[in-house]
């Protein structure tokens, strides 16, 4: 079974440009969620999808959204890009969110902000 | 302001012996507290997850603690092994839209040296 898939891997972008990320959950998980990983803040949660609906969000500027389409695949967006957006950008995804567990996470991509 | 505690940060351990990471929240309404494994570039893997209806958990050499009273958990490694070596997260996750949303420490960096 293939777990969760983040493209791309890694990627350079200048200040003021936009990025988009992309993630693809395993297959028949409907829930996806995204985490920012810095070592100055951590694990902070970003948004969660699930069925196409943001059911979840947290405390991260307007800068940051998503969407999430008909074949459970998501994408992240931050527009405007700052130094400080530069982290590990990780997606997981879950087959039943409201029992509490089984998050997969995939293995992220590394955002630089130059 | 952090609502999940973890320590300590980094934790060294000769093979063999128990390794300890401790977790302390404040929000009552965290009703679900994991565990994740991280190795380098990899993310996150869910190791083992406790609810505040037991007080303790065990899964081979991995074992959950947890006082609902004094609301802090720990995560016990028997027997630590060279490849235990990794960073692990805490979490507490409190349900939010009908998905459980995960609250993460700051991550325990722990070596075990053969």
């Known amino acids: 079974k293939a777990g969760v898939t983040q493209t791309p891997r890694y990627l350079i972008k200048t200040r003021g440009q936009q990025v988009t990320l992309s993630c693809s959950p395993i297959s028949g998980h409907r829930s996806v969620s995204w985490y920012q990983q810095t070592p100055g803040q951590g694990l902070q949660f970003l948004f969660e999808?699930?069925?196409?609906?943001?059911?979840n969000k947290g405390n991260f500027p307007g800068r940051f959204s998503g969407r999430q389409f008909s074949n459970s695949r998501s994408e992240m967006n931050v527009s405007t890009l700052e130094l400080g957006d530069s982290a590990l950008y990780l997606c997981?995804?879950?087959?039943?969110?409201?029992?509490?567990?089984?998050?997969?996470f995939g293995s992220g991509t590394r955002l630089t902000v130059v | 302001q952090q609502q999940v505690k973890q320590s300590p940060q980094s934790l060294i351990v000769q093979k063999g012996g128990i390794s300890i990471i401790n977790c302390a929240y404040e929000?009552?309404?965290?009703?679900?507290f994991p565990w994740y494994q991280q190795f380098p570039g990899k993310g996150p893997a869910l190791l083992i997850a406790i609810r505040p209806d037991v007080s303790e958990k065990k899964e081979g050499r991995f074992t959950i603690s947890f006082n609902k009273s004094a609301k802090q958990f720990s995560l016990h490694i028997m027997d630590s092994q060279p490849g235990d070596s990794a960073t692990y997260f805490c979490a507490a996750s409190k349900r939010s839209g009908g998905s459980y949303i995960p609250t993460f420490g700051r991550g325990t960096s722990l070596i075990v040296h053969p």
């Open positions: 997981a995804s879950s087959s039943d969110p409201g029992t509490g567990g089984g998050y997969t």
């Open positions: 999808y699930f069925s196409e609906t943001q059911r």
């Open positions: 929000n009552t309404a965290f009703d679900y």
